[in-house]
Nanobody, 130 residues
Framework: QVQLVESGGGSVQAGGSLRLSCAAS????????MGWFRQAPGKEREFVGA??????????YYSDSVKGRFTISRDNAKNTVYLQMNSLKPEDTAVYYC?????????????????????WGQGTQVTVSS
């Protein structure tokens, strides 16, 4: 089993920044993808970004809506993945989730599909006011 715990959410004004953390514990995988998703009220869960590790090395992916504003990184010593969010907009308001998909490398259509992830955190609320 894998446990994921997100933290770092909160309220911020448009243009501000937040850094979300996703701390992992339990099983480890030699190859995996850690994805970030978000879900706003009344909307489907949406891919935000992901970081993958496999025999191909490290890869990062971002949705078009956050590319250039959000950055994913990892701290191996802390088993933690971060989502640095800059230049936040009101439309970024949502509950943010991290999730793990073991194995890989996977094609982009798999990386961006929440159905393919096995383990999920509890979510953390991000609210951006105008």
């Amino acid at each position: 089993q894998v446990q994921l715990v997100e933290s770092g959410g909160g309220s911020v004004q448009a243009g501000g920044s937040l850094r979300l953390s996703c701390a992992a514990s339990g099983r480890t995988f030699s190859s995996y993808t850690m994805g970030w998703f978000r879900q706003a009220p009344g909307k489907e869960r949406e891919f935000v970004g992901a970081i993958s590790y496999s025999w191909k090395g490290r890869s990062t992916y971002y949705s078009d809506s956050v590319k250039g504003r959000f950055t994913i990184s990892r701290d191996n010593a802390k088993n933690t993945v971060y989502l640095q969010m800059n230049s936040l907009k009101p439309e970024d308001t949502a509950v943010y989730y991290c999730a793990i998909r073991p194995g890989g490398p996977d094609p982009i259509r798999v990386v961006t599909d929440p159905q393919g992830y096995d383990y999920w955190g509890q979510g953390t609320q991000v609210t951006v006011s105008s």
